[in-house]
């Protein structure tokens, strides 16, 4: 799993998929990460969880005030998606499922 690392205000955090922040991810939203759609609420949602799951000990941010961060400093928002985006070319497809013959 790569790891990026990204500063908001004036502090580093470390970004990594990790099952802590899959897990955080759940119980905030009640949704698996396969239920992810590409809303903003959804992506941002995510984002705080893993800066939250990644960094337990100095990223000390509620929601909310992670959301003020986010519009003083939107161009770390972009960072994420890219960083989502390079995650994603790099699984694999989900295998088709296969049609049953019929006679």
């Known amino acids: ?8 205000a004036g502090t580093e955090f470390k970004i990594a ?9 759940e119980e905030l939203t009640g949704k ?6 590409e809303s903003v609420a959804d992506i941002l949602k ?9 960094n337990l000990t100095t990223f000390e941010y509620t929601f909310e ?3 003020d ?16 985006q390079e995650q994603a070319k ?6 088709a499922q296969k049609k049953s013959k019929q006679k």
Do not use: H, W
């Open 65 to 67: 005030s992670f959301l």
């Open 1 to 8: 799993m790569e790891k990026i690392k990204i500063t908001i």
């Open 90 to 95: 790099g699984q694999p497809a989900q295998p």
């Open 32 to 37: 698996t990460v396969n239920q992810i759609n």
């Open 17 to 25: 998929q990790s099952f802590r922040a899959l897990m955080m991810f």
């Open 46 to 54: 995510l984002f705080y969880c893993i800066l939250k799951g990644n």
């Open 69 to 84: 961060l986010i519009d003083e400093q939107p161009e770390v928002f972009t960072v994420f998606t890219e960083y989502l």
